[in-house]
């Protein structure tokens, strides 16, 4: 998508050398994409040229969302942003574009699997280049990816596994081969025992493992990546997650002795805002008006992420409780949240009452962090993807965690029960709506709603405090930044 600015390029004051070049690809799902593109940012404002690879498909639905960014530059999302250190590349995922990714999940991820190597695989060395082009480069790609180690090595060149889950989902898919070996995954009757032997993490339940390491059905596409991924990860030079040291400090101490694994988040736009660069692949809403309007601390902010499904019923069941809790409330409803063949899976009325004394407000998207930053929010209804989870703390907004899929699940363990920052509300196929309505009153109104906020307050602070000077983030950030110069030749610290 054009040519690399000559700046990216230009001599850095290091003896005449290159800028270090950093190749970012996110995998291609919504919650992956936001936290690449601000590392990426982060990356230029440090001193690195950066080459930013989206799928042509992600591409398409942030461009058609109108989320262009304001600064102009046609279809470069990142025109304006990253001081023209950032080149903006597409890579075909191997579908046309006219493609439901979302209703053939299954399909899609073979393709994930099978067929995008090979397209990345090009891209990357038309990209890195040879000689001394491929000496001054490092690859940050996600972990999920299945390809990273293998093609860092054939170019040559480092390889960064970018984590976007917290360090606990990471030692566990790490030492899976601990759990299968003490029968706790990957056979046809898993024990349901306390599991206390993965380095790093204490007593977990069964029940608190990501979705897909609680499955007894192994041989699925999903499980084929994180398998194959994992393998891969094994073969990083570094490890950058998103996460904060204090929040997890022994699962990262642990997997220090494995291999350099730094911890730098929060990953958030800069002032907590909407982002300088176009990342939604849904159209926003603007809601400000409406939350303008409501007393403060008196709104349930609802939404359950961009990637996984609810079931009509589940659906209907939340609607209903929160309807009976009286709470105002404003919700997204992504348009195939249940799925992209069931536009309108609310129960029937219920937008009519929620609009009738005007307490409520259902969206198809909005910019998550003025949301949750906005006085009017008392409460978050979520789904526990690790992005919301984040920006929930850093708002000081308590959370109510119906988890849906993979990493959410333990996910709302670390908020429930090592934070106690919100409360669990349900289950997968278990959950009423008087559950709903009993837990969202306790929170919204309830002496208990108070000590969820003292908690998450400090949780707040801690987040807050590790990106500030001097913080544990900050010095993981400047610790990885001065190593990828050192082994790509742009120099330490300035």
Not at 231 to 246: L, Q
Not at 331 to 344: L, T
Not at 420 to 442: P, S, T
Request: charged residues 20%; proline residues 5%.
């Amino acid at each position: 998508m054009g040519q690399q600015p000559q700046d990216a390029v230009a001599a850095n004051g290091n003896g005449g050398g290159k800028r270090p070049h950093a190749v970012v690809i996110p995998y291609p799902l919504q919650g992956h994409v936001i936290p690449a593109v601000h590392l990426a940012l982060r990356l230029a404002a440090r001193g690195f040229a950066v080459t930013f690879v989206n799928t042509e498909s992600v591409h398409r639905q942030i461009t058609s969302s109108g989320g262009r960014h304001g600064g102009g530059g046609g279809d470069d999302i990142f025109a304006g942003a990253g001081g023209g250190a950032i080149r903006y590349e597409l890579v075909s995922d191997g579908f046309p574009l006219g493609f439901d990714r979302s209703l053939n999940h299954d399909q899609y991820m073979e393709g994930v699997l099978h067929v995008l190597p090979a397209h990345v695989d090009e891209l990357l060395r038309r990209v890195v280049g040879d000689g001394d082009d491929a000496a001054a480069t490092c690859l940050v790609a996600d972990t999920f990816f299945v390809w990273p180690a293998t093609l860092a090595r054939k170019l040559g060149v480092p390889y960064v596994s970018f984590w976007t889950e917290p360090a606990i989902i990471f030692s566990l898919y790490y030492h899976m081969d601990l759990l299968t070996k003490n029968g706790h995954f990957n056979c046809k009757e898993p024990r349901k025992d306390t599991i206390t032997y993965v380095p790093g993490v204490e007593a977990i339940e069964p029940g608190e493992l990501m979705s897909y390491l609680q499955d007894t059905d192994t041989t699925t596409v999903v499980h084929r990546i994180i398998f194959r991924a994992f393998e891969e990860a094994r073969g990083a030079d570094y490890v950058v997650c998103n996460t904060v040291e204090e929040l997890e400090p022994s699962t990262i101490a642990a997997l220090r002795r494995e291999r350099p694994f730094y911890a730098v988040g929060p990953i958030l736009p800069a002032g907590f805002a909407r982002s300088a660069v176009a990342t939604s692949m849904w159209a926003e809403s603007d809601c400000s008006r409406w939350l303008a309007a409501q007393p403060s601390r008196s709104v349930l902010y609802v939404s359950f992420g961009s990637y996984a499904h609810v079931t009509r019923r589940e659906l209907h069941e939340i609607a209903r409780g929160v309807l009976a809790s009286g709470a105002r409330f404003l919700w997204v409803m992504r348009p195939d949240i249940v799925s992209s063949d069931d536009p309108d899976p609310l129960p029937e009325g219920f937008a009519a009452a929620a609009a009738a004394d005007g307490r409520g407000v259902v969206v198809p998207w909005c910019c998550q962090v003025e949301v949750l930053a906005h006085p009017a929010v008392a409460a978050f209804l979520t789904h526990c993807g690790w992005n919301s989870i984040l920006e929930s703390a850093w708002a000081g907004v308590p959370m109510l965690c119906f988890p849906l899929l993979t990493d959410q699940f333990t996910n709302r363990r670390l908020v429930v029960r090592e934070w106690r920052a919100g409360v669990a509300v349900g289950d997968r196929g278990a959950v009423d709506a008087g559950e709903v309505r009993a837990k969202i009153e306790g929170v919204m109104r309830g002496e208990e709603g108070e000590v969820l906020r003292e908690q998450v307050g400090k949780m707040r602070a801690t987040l807050h405090a590790a990106v500030a000077p001097g913080g544990s983030s900050r010095r993981g950030f400047d610790e990885l930044v001065d190593e990828l110069k050192r082994r790509c030749g742009g120099g330490g610290r300035h």
